[in-house]
């Protein structure tokens, strides 16, 4: 099983971990969870969207073929 088959979540996974970890400490208190919590809202939001379009997109060439 290929662990790192795809390659949109592991381009975007790594900053918005980094992300989420330096918002909860850097942040005080309760405000860092709630930007933690956005910003791994809007990973999910922007990989899936990204994967929605390629699909999309590779459908619409083999459909052209």
Not at 34 to 58: H, R
Request: aromatic fraction near 22%.
């Amino acid at each position: 099983m290929n662990t790192f088959k795809n390659k949109r979540y592991w381009i975007l996974m790594p900053p918005s971990l980094l992300i989420s970890i330096s918002l909860i400490i850097f942040i005080p208190e309760n405000k860092g969870m709630l930007y933690a919590f956005v910003v791994i809202a809007l990973f999910w939001f922007v990989y899936y969207t990204w994967t929605y379009y390629a699909k999309k997109n590779s459908r619409n060439k083999s459909d052209s073929l």
